[in-house]
């Protein structure tokens, strides 16, 4: 059974950084592309940023673009997002999803349970 | 910029069957495959629907997905409608680069 558990999540304030985890199991976690989706409160869902089951090809939202870095380490079995310049519309909840191919095109297809970020002063 | 519009919220009664649209800004449905989401009230996201018309295990036939390439539309069919199909409904398809959500559809069934 696929399970994500992400963690890292919290309250920053503006301009600040943060890196989110999500611990995969239940696949064999080189072999599919991962994703980061996240939903502020009250609102849909939104993409934010895709990376092939190598690590080498990434895809990101005009949105973060330049202030997030999504990497993988395959030997942990670990996705991470590393936000920085932070900003207050960036408050919402972040989902780790698994998609279908190891390629960065891959369909997202499992989700995790997600892990709030808060950007405020 | 590529979009994908869906109505707001659509209602149907138990047992009945409803139809959920997602129109795209372009002709990009029918070239891309379409995805579905179904989110509960206070849960994550879960696939009911991918490459269009694909169910993953576990959702049940009810749920069925269809393109019409013509009108640049995709749709989610969910049949025999039970009240524990209440909740949010996203597409999602794929364009130069990016993943696009539509907006999001509120299913009550009342």
């Known amino acids: 059974e696929v399970q994500l558990l992400e963690s890292g999540g919290g309250l920053v304030q503006p301009g600040g950084s943060l890196r989110l985890s999500c611990a995969a199991s239940?696949?064999?976690?080189?072999?599919?592309?991962m994703s980061w989706v996240r939903q502020a409160p009250g609102k849909g869902l939104e993409w934010v940023s895709a990376?092939?089951?190598?690590?080498?090809?990434?895809d990101y939202a005009d949105s973060v673009k330049g202030r997030f870095t999504i990497s993988r380490d395959n030997s942990k079995n670990t996705l991470y997002l590393q936000m920085s310049s932070l900003r207050a519309e960036d408050t919402a909840v972040y989902y780790c999803?698994?998609?279908?191919?190891?390629?960065?095109?891959?369909?997202?297809?499992?989700w995790g349970q997600g892990t709030l970020v808060t950007v405020s002063s | 910029n590529f979009m994908l519009t869906q109505p707001h919220s659509v209602s149907e009664s138990p047992g009945k069957t409803v139809s959920i649209s997602c129109t795209g800004s372009?002709?990009?449905?029918?070239?891309?495959?379409v995805q579905w989401y179904q989110q509960r009230p206070g849960s994550a996201p879960t696939t009911v629907i991918y490459?269009?018309?694909?169910?993953p295990s576990g959702v049940p036939d009810r749920f069925s997905g269809s393109i019409d390439s013509s009108s640049n539309s995709a749709s989610l069919t969910i049949s025999g409608l039970k009240t524990e199909d209440e909740a949010d409904y996203y597409c999602?398809?794929?364009?130069?680069?990016?993943?696009?959500f539509g907006g999001g559809t509120k299913l009550t069934v009342l």
């Open positions: 999803v698994k998609t279908i191919g190891e390629v960065v095109t891959g369909i997202p297809v499992s």
């Open positions: 239940g696949f064999t976690f080189s072999s599919y592309a």
């Open positions: 990376l092939s089951g190598g690590g080498s090809a990434t």
């Open positions: 372009s002709g990009i449905i029918g070239s891309n495959y």
């Open positions: 490459e269009d018309n694909q169910r």
């Open positions: 999602l398809s794929y364009d130069s680069g990016r993943w696009v």
